[in-house]
């Protein structure tokens, strides 16, 4: 149709004159119609009428007659039964579901139905894809560092490093006071303890002396040539528990 009401300032044509003057309030930034609860200033007094009856009335008109959800606008209500025609409908708890399969899965809530069972320890689930995420936990492996001299298996590098000291003979921690050296820097830093704190126990044999019983006794081992831990397989005899291991 003819729009013979033409805006000066950026050429848009309009049908009624008062369409024209309210497109105008755009470029003057005039906003003549006032919200009386909130003062809150609209351009187009419909704009005004809406604001009044979604923010300050509460009043919702327009019923869905499938769900009884309620809206302010015939507009929302229209554009919410669009979601009906195309949803799929739970006959127990009325809830829609966008597809035929989302409605299979979700009636399983109702039956108890869990078709999907791990093969591996017998866990079930009514999702196949729930399933899926479960059983990476059975295939999910640890990396894992082998020893070449004894087969022993250990979960990171350093562990494996510290491990083949007792088959290299490394000991590439030194103490700074005594020059002994040690296989594992946790050996050094408790033997440092020597240096720092009283040395009560004795050895009768060389005179070295131990900040522990425990210390002495292994010690003196060193000296009788006793070697109480064997092993179950070789039966080679260590004469401390950690060789042995």
Known sequence: GEKPYRCDNCGKSFRHLKSLKGHQRIHTGEKPY???VC???????STLTIHTK???????SYQCNICDVDFAFSSALKQHKKLHARLYMCDVC?????????LKVHT????????YMCEICGADFAISSILKRHQRKHTVQKPSYKCDNCG???????SLTKHQSIHTGEKPHKCDDCGKDFAA????ECHKKIHRRDTPYKCDVCDTRFARQIELVIHIRMHTGEKPYKCNVCSAGFAHKSHLV
Do not use: D
């Open 34 to 36: 006032k919200c009386k």
């Open 39 to 45: 003062s809150v200033r609209f351009r187009l007094g």
């Open 54 to 60: 979604k923010m300050h009335t509460g009043k919702k």
């Open 94 to 102: 009325g809830i829609g579901l966008i597809s035929r399969y989302a």
């Open 108 to 115: 399983r809530i109702h039956t108890g139905e869990r078709p």
């Open 152 to 158: 022993k298996v250990f979960t990171n590098q350093k």
């Open 185 to 188: 820097l946790k050996s050094l």
